[in-house]
């Protein structure tokens, strides 16, 4: 498949990898918006949010759980995550996945 992400999770294209098992993939953004700024994927693809139902979106809870554990070990209390689902919204990359924004003052979004 055309998919810049599942070419990252097959190592067909290299990236910083922050986590990595067989449900998931975390790695670090090439362009960062914040001080750290990394992006977990499910390792499965899903076009996005928006394709997201019953049987998929298990591992929504699963990348939440793991950004809890990743973001602890790097000792950082406060993050925020982001889904862009959509053009308008922002989304270029459509292979669901979560960007983690942390590293000092955010400021507001929503
Ligand atoms: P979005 O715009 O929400 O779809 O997010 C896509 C993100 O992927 C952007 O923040 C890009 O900077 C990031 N990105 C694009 N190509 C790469 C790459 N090869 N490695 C790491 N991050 C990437
Ligand atoms: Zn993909």
Known sequence: MDCLFCKICEK?????????????????????????????????????????????AGVVAYIYAKIAEITAKMGISSYRVVTNCGPDAGQTVFHLHFHVLAGGPLGEMA
Do not use: C, Q, R, W
């Open 12 to 56: 067909e294209i290299p990236s910083k990898v922050v986590y990595e098992d067989d449900k998931i993939l975390a790695f670090y953004d090439i362009d960062p918006k914040a001080p750290v700024h990394f992006l977990v994927i499910p390792k499965e693809h899903i076009a996005g949010a928006s394709a997201l139902n019953a049987e998929n």
